[in-house]
Nanobody
Framework: QVQLVESGGGLVQLGGSLRLSCAASGTIFKINSMGWYRQAPGKQRELVGLGTAAGTNYAYSVKGRFNVTRDGAKNTLYLQMNNLKPEDTAVYSC???????????????WGQGTQVTVSS
């Protein structure tokens, strides 16, 4: 079993910063990708930043403001968000996929989500 625990959301003013964390625990053999997604009220979920062995891709709307980093030893993913705007308000969720250590089965796990609200 793989569990993801997110933290770091909250209320911030326009232009402020927040850092989200996503800690993956469990018997993981290999991680294929770790990424952040967000869903605003009335909108579809969208990719924010996705990290794979090939590198990290960002949504155009967050390029230059958001940064995804990963601590491989801790299986923890971070999302540093700078210069936040009201349109960044959403529930942010992390996603991890890979293979379990026990039987090499594929897994695709989502975190519980954390609310980020940017006030103007």
């Amino acid at each position: 079993q793989v569990q993801l625990v997110e933290s770091g959301g909250g209320l911030v003013q326009l232009g402020g910063s927040l850092r989200l964390s996503c800690a993956a625990s469990g018997t993981i053999f290999k991680i294929n990708s770790m990424g952040w997604y967000r869903q605003a009220p009335g909108k579809q979920r969208e990719l924010v930043g996705l990290g794979t062995a090939a590198g990290t891709n960002y949504a155009y709307s967050v390029k230059g403001r958001f940064n995804v980093t990963r601590d491989g030893a801790k299986n923890t993913l971070y999302l540093q968000m700078n210069n936040l705007k009201p349109e960044d308000t959403a529930v942010y969720s992390c996603n991890v996929d890979g293979f379990l250590e026990s039987d090499y089965r594929y897994f695709d796990q989502w975190g519980q989500g954390t609310q980020v609200t940017v006030s103007s």
